[in-house]
């Protein structure tokens, strides 16, 4: 069942020959894509994005890798591609990491021009798509997003976390290889370990070894039901939950009291109250944030560069260039939430009359 779970994930990127099985979660997958990525380039550095999510500098560290933040671009929170040609280019990369959905903004890397690095500077590509991975299946993406989704099969290694968009419960996770033979890496003489068949056993190539068969279970029944098609039911509530940021988007945008950074790639929106300084607004997220719960409307808070706004927004450009804003998030990642969008403004504007 594991083997047939993942082999539908790995369709959806056009692999059919490939290396791949669940995991706990999305760490431990990309703990397993760099693992890879450090034995095949010993020694070099990992570089991703500075809104990459956190684990990939402490996975670095305990592979003992350097690892460097390349920064962001200012317009759309993607990986600065001017930025990693200039630092590919003095040399030791070993591998980037392009994250289709950062879990700060829902941002998409754009995959198709590190590729094109790739062809220069000959360092792996490892796709972290923990959150967003699915979304290729979607039919309403921007096309910078679509033509970094359609490339997901040219990269090395690709992570996607079921237990996030994939409707499952915690603790699956899932990594896949574009090359098979990395097989070879897991290679070990334990004199404990039989097999009463030739088969490929997944316990076999995969850094953990002992691992609970209800998630794979899970995932088959899953996708048995709702397969991982374009244009099926689980890719109708995927375009679904980027019409409801795309909504949402729209109706902050209009009105004079909010301030959105950038649209949405996904189904993430980030915003922040228009005030005077960075620290005003910053404080006011923090108020409406509390006073949205008690209104039963439960957003998130997110810290973001001010930098991500007009220059200027928050006062003089050179006060906040290199400051940041506290700014609140909503991840309207449920199908119900298409049809919530109205009440979800509304009750966000009552707290913060
Ligand atoms: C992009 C991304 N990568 C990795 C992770 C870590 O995944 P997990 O919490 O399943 O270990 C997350 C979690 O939110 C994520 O959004």
């Known amino acids: 069942m594991e083997r047939e779970a993942v082999a539908q994930i790995a369709a959806t990127f056009g692999w059919h020959e490939f290396l791949g099985h669940l995991t706990g979660g999305g760490t431990v997958a990309n703990l397993e894509a760099l693992w890879v990525a450090g034995r095949l380039k010993p020694g070099k550095t990992i570089l991703a994005s500075a809104d990459s999510h956190y684990t990939h500098k402490r996975i670095s560290a305990v592979l003992g890798l350097p690892f ?8 759309d929170g993607r990986i600065d591609i001017a930025a990693l040609e200039q630092r ?9 990491v392009a994250t289709l959905g950062t879990t700060g903004t829902g941002a ?8 094109r690095l790739r062809e220069r500077f000959r360092f792996r590509v490892h796709v972290d798509g923990a959150y967003g991975g699915y979304f290729g299946l979607a039919d309403n993406l921007t096309p910078a997003a679509r033509a970094a989704f359609d490339c997901i099969g040219s990269a090395d290694s690709v992570v996607i976390d079921p237990h996030k968009h994939g409707l499952q419960p915690y603790g699956c996770g899932c990594v896949l290889f ?20 030739k088969d490929l056993h997944l316990g076999e190539v995969s850094l953990e070894c002992s691992r609970p068969g209800a998630s794979a279970v899970a995932l088959w029944a ?57 620290a005003e607004a910053s404080a006011m997220s923090q108020k409406i944030f509390d006073r949205a719960a008690a209104n039963d409307l439960h957003l998130a808070l997110i810290r973001l560069p001010a930098r991500y706004f007009e220059p200027g927004t928050f006062g003089q450009p050179e006060e906040t260039g290199e400051g940041s804003v506290l700014c609140l998030r909503s991840v309207l990642m449920k199908p119900e939430h298409a049809a919530w969008v109205g009440e979800i403004f509304d009750r966000l504007m009552a707290s913060s009359d």
């Open 108 to 115: 998409v890397d754009p995959l198709p021009e590190i590729l």
């Open 68 to 75: 460097e933040a390349l920064p962001t671009s200012r317009e």
């Open 88 to 96: 590919a280019a003095i040399g030791d990369i070993g591998c980037v």
């Open 222 to 278: 899953t996708q048995r039901l709702l397969p991982l098609v374009r244009g099926g039911e689980f890719a109708a509530d995927l375009s679904s939950s980027r019409s409801a940021a795309l909504e949402l988007t729209r109706r902050l945008s209009e009105h004079p009291r909010w301030l959105v950074p950038f649209p949405p790639a996904l189904d993430i929106v980030v915003w922040a109250p228009r005030a005077g300084s960075a």
């Open 178 to 197: 574009a090359d098979p033979s990395v097989a070879a890496l897991y290679k070990h003489d334990s004199p404990y370990t039989y097999f009463t068949s």
